[in-house]
């Protein structure tokens, strides 16, 4: 069973249908599937607004959790049975999904199948989008919009991990709570605040270290009002819009570095070597039981539908995952 939608629309496009197990190829794993995580992606490929790099499956879904049963030519057939969570480039939302061995990670017992699917996507993104791209370090002081989302909670358990003072930006003062009791520094609720001038009164004036933006459009120029001199932007989303106008001088005086990334589409040598980095750096304080994401909610994969639902109403607060058998 998957949910294979036949072209665009509402959440009632997402319902269960027969496909075949997938095969994998060499270098790749099959997994039956325990859970998978429901993301912003996930949703904009639904209505057809997510260009889905060539060769994707059609069956939303972009990071689960489960077993091994599989494992292609030339594999390491010990692997077989062993829990393993992935980020893979589609085919989530299904029974039984392949994976790439390199973007897979061990579930270690501090971890349930609920917990481990919920991480990958989010885990990828922001690490190597925040901490490699934006070179966060220990004692930064970052900006980070969308503090409950899936994005934004995972930014803020990682910057307790990593001691980075995490503020961020959310939609009601009920949302700014719960980013506080999950570990953001700071929250401001961008709909009665003004986040430019908010972050300059909490940073003294300075300003952030480091912008994690999904917003775009007008956002840009006033993050870029947020940032310390040598301060780094990254984009990842542009829900506002896709086209900003902003100050080059500005950019020169203060030194600033504008970038961004989409994983999706990215090879999987490159997933591989940030999973490796993962595995080194932040999966010990997974198997410490030091990094859990925040679970909102959870639905059986035939109530997909729902799920999507839930998050374009837009009250969730961390992430939704799918059940599977």
């Not at 989008?129 to 980070?144: H, I």
Request: net charge negative; hydrophobic share 45%; glycine share 12%.
């Amino acid at each position: 069973m998957a949910i294979d939608p036949v072209g665009p629309g509402g959440p009632e496009v997402l319902r269960p249908v027969e496909r075949r197990v997938p095969q994998p190829a060499a270098g790749e794993y099959l997994i039956k599937v325990a859970a998978a995580g429901v993301n912003r992606p996930d949703v904009l490929q639904r209505k057809g607004r997510y260009p889905m790099p060539p060769g994707a499956p059609s069956i939303p879904g972009l990071e689960i959790a489960g077993a091994i049963v599989a494992v292609g030519d030339g594999g390491d057939a010990t692997m077989l049975g062993q829990p393993v969570c992935a980020l893979v480039w589609g085919g989530g939302y299904a029974e039984y999904c392949v994976a790439p061995a390199g973007q897979c990670l061990p579930v270690p017992p501090a971890l349930s199948m609920i917990e481990a699917a919920a991480i990958p996507e989010t885990l990828f993104t922001v690490w190597s989008n925040l901490f490699e791209r934006a070179y966060a370090v220990e004692g930064d002081t970052v900006l980070v919009h969308g503090g409950t989302s899936g994005i934004g909670t995972m930014a803020i358990v990682l910057g307790q991990l990593f001691d980075l003072t995490v503020i961020v930006t959310c939609g009601t003062d009920e949302k700014c709570a719960r980013a506080l009791e999950i570990g953001a520094a700071r929250a401001i609720n961008y709909k009665t605040q003004d986040f430019v001038e908010q972050v300059k009164a909490i940073t003294g004036g300075e300003g952030v270290q480091a912008v994690l933006d999904m917003v775009g459009g007008d956002y840009l120029p006033r993050n870029l009002a947020c940032l310390a001199a040598d301060g780094r932007h990254v984009s990842i989303a542009m829900q506002g819009g896709a086209t900003a106008q902003i100050s080059i001088p500005q950019i020169m005086a203060q030194r600033l570095t504008l970038t961004g990334s989409m994983l999706r589409g990215r090879s999987v040598g490159f997933k591989s070597l940030v999973a490796d980095e993962i595995a080194r750096v932040v999966w010990p304080h997974a198997a410490a039981g030091r990094l859990r994401p925040v679970i909102d909610a959870t639905f059986p994969l035939v109530d997909a539908a729902k799920a999507h639902e839930r998050m374009d109403a837009g009250g969730h607060v961390g992430k939704i995952v799918l059940t599977v058998g």
